[in-house]
């Protein structure tokens, strides 16, 4: 790769089917990556190991370098996609662009620092303080995107367009709140006793695992629209 190639990756310089192809291959890097590191796990199990688990070498031996793999692979991968998508929100909201690119900026950080800072100790305060970074970052990019996206669909003059925002938008925020609230409400119900601790509906790994879905959700739901908005230079 050249310097103005790589140039024009890193500052997300697709066009829509390239857009789409890349988050294709995206996904299909961080899911084979984490298969991997699920199928060498000896004995995994959904709601007994969490997802940074896969990244242990105590528990993982043998596939916990795949976890690491995801992680720093997926910190590099996400800048180029997301940047295109600051490209055209600069269109309609240019300051909370700025802020778009800033959060993906440290969403990727925490991304990479997983892939070093196992959950386990000594490092484990590390990891914790990553992982946050990481889904804050990814919250708040959400968060943006939705207000721009609102704003992308009522001056669209394109009626199928319009729809398409305004149906998957609620989609992306429902995806997003809707494990939040479950994983606020389920923590409610356990402490007022309503709840059984030992509930699946209780299992803070199940909810991490959702939280991913409604992750991988609003990046394909966001591709799809982004990659129909002609971008200007």
């Not at 100790?121 to 303080?129: A, D, K, Q, V, Y």
């Not at 998957?168 to 995806?175: D, E, G, Q, T």
């Not at 609230?181 to 199940?206: C, E, P, R, T």
């Amino acid at each position: 790769m050249d310097k103005d190639l790589a140039v024009s990756f890193f500052k997300g310089i697709f066009s829509g089917k390239s857009l789409r192809i890349y988050l294709i291959l995206l996904g299909l890097i961080f899911g084979s990556t984490i298969a991997g590191a699920i199928a060498l796990f000896p004995g995994y199990a959904f709601f007994d190991f969490s997802i940074s688990d896969l990244g242990v070498p105590l528990y993982n031996p043998s596939g916990w370098w795949l976890f690491s793999v995801a992680m720093w692979s997926q910190a590099v991968l996400v800048i180029p996609f997301f940047m295109h998508v600051r490209n055209i929100f600069t269109k309609y909201t240019p300051r909370l662009a700025r802020l778009f690119r800033d959060a993906v900026f440290a969403t990727s950080a925490g991304m990479g620092w997983l892939g070093f800072f196992p959950d386990a100790p000594p490092t484990r305060g590390w990891h914790f303080f990553a992982a946050g970074i990481t889904f804050g970052g990814f919250l708040i990019d959400g968060c943006i995107s939705w207000v721009t996206l609102i704003k992308m669909g009522h001056q669209s003059k394109e009626h199928r367009r319009k729809q398409m925002i305004f149906v998957l938008v609620p989609v992306m925020i429902i995806a997003f709140w809707g494990v939040l609230a479950a994983i606020g409400g389920s923590w409610m119900l356990v402490k007022l006793g309503l709840l059984d601790s030992a509930s699946q509906w209780a299992n803070l790994y199940f909810w991490e695992w959702c939280y991913l879905g409604a992750i991988g959700a609003y990046m394909l739901l966001l591709g799809i629209i982004i990659s129909r908005e002609p971008e200007t230079s």
